[in-house]
């Protein structure tokens, strides 16, 4: 599967997607959107549930079938069509698809789950071999020596040693994580480890990530454990505990 360009991580599609309810094989759009956007934040965070659901489609955790039976392909590029549309106020209201279509939308899970998009490896820049060093790969004549080469040994390895002890510029852009509000925190964090906070129970896991919001990068500001404890609810990820 090729690789999807988005902000949207495949950890927090595929913890949503196995919290849908499908009762048929085969659910109206409108249900199913319906379902991610209240996984979200409900009606606040419409506009946000609607990008989850068309990341979701990219990723292939769903796939989008038309009424005449063919499936609908999607872009693993961020803003390209087809996009996932809700109505701004309502979304129940409408739920369709970008650019429309004169056909009704069905979604269903795929026969074989999708496996986890490859993350880039982190190769050293290619660099261009001096000329020297293509003439002597190509067999031709004896490569003339660069005049860095020229230069006595004790004076290379002094002007190396000084370029090793000059600071680094401080102008090297750093990039900044984005500080995310609770509401979407709160599924990007259970994201990353699910099985441990699974096994924690709902109380354990929310104790466990309101004392990571107080130093995460990415999380806007501290969580107490019973806001996290509704958040996860909401999501749908843990079983209720019916009382006797």
């Given at each position: ?134 003439l002597s790969a190509a067999g031709g004549s004896e490569p003339l020596q660069s005049p860095q080469s020229q230069q006595p ?21 750093i990039a900044e994580v984005p500080k995310l509000s609770g509401k979407k925190w709160v599924p990007v964090a259970y994201a990353r ?52």
């Amino acid at each position: 599967m090729a690789e999807a360009t988005t902000s949207i991580p495949w950890e927090l599609c595929e913890t949503i997607v196995r919290a849908l309810t499908f009762p048929c094989d085969l659910m109206p759009l409108r249900d199913i959107v319906l379902q991610i956007i209240d996984r979200v934040g409900g009606k606040r965070e419409s506009v946000y549930g609607q990008k989850v659901a068309t990341q979701c489609f990219r990723y292939e955790l769903l796939e989008l079938i038309r009424s005449d039976g063919t499936k609908m392909q999607f872009s693993k590029t961020d803003c390209e069509p087809p996009i996932i549309c809700a109505a701004p106020i309502n979304p129940a209201e409408a739920v369709w698809v970008e650019p429309r279509e004169d056909v009704r939308h069905f979604v269903r899970r795929p026969v074989t789950p999708p496996a986890p998009p490859a993350k880039p490896l982190q190769s050293p820049a290619t660099v261009t071999p001096p000329a020297d060093r293509q003439l002597s790969a190509a067999g031709g004549s004896e490569p003339l020596q660069s005049p860095q080469s020229q230069q006595p040994t004790n004076e290379r390895a002094s002007a190396s040693a000084d370029a090793q002890s000059q600071p680094q510029s401080s102008n090297s852009p750093i990039a900044e994580v984005p500080k995310l509000s609770g509401k979407k925190w709160v599924p990007v964090a259970y994201a990353r480890r699910p099985n441990e906070l699974l096994a924690m129970g709902i109380t354990g896991a929310s104790e466990a990530l309101a004392e990571e919001s107080k130093n995460a990068a990415d999380c806007a500001k501290r969580l107490n454990a019973r806001y996290i404890e509704k958040l996860l609810r909401e999501l749908g990820v843990f079983q209720k505990v019916r009382r006797k």
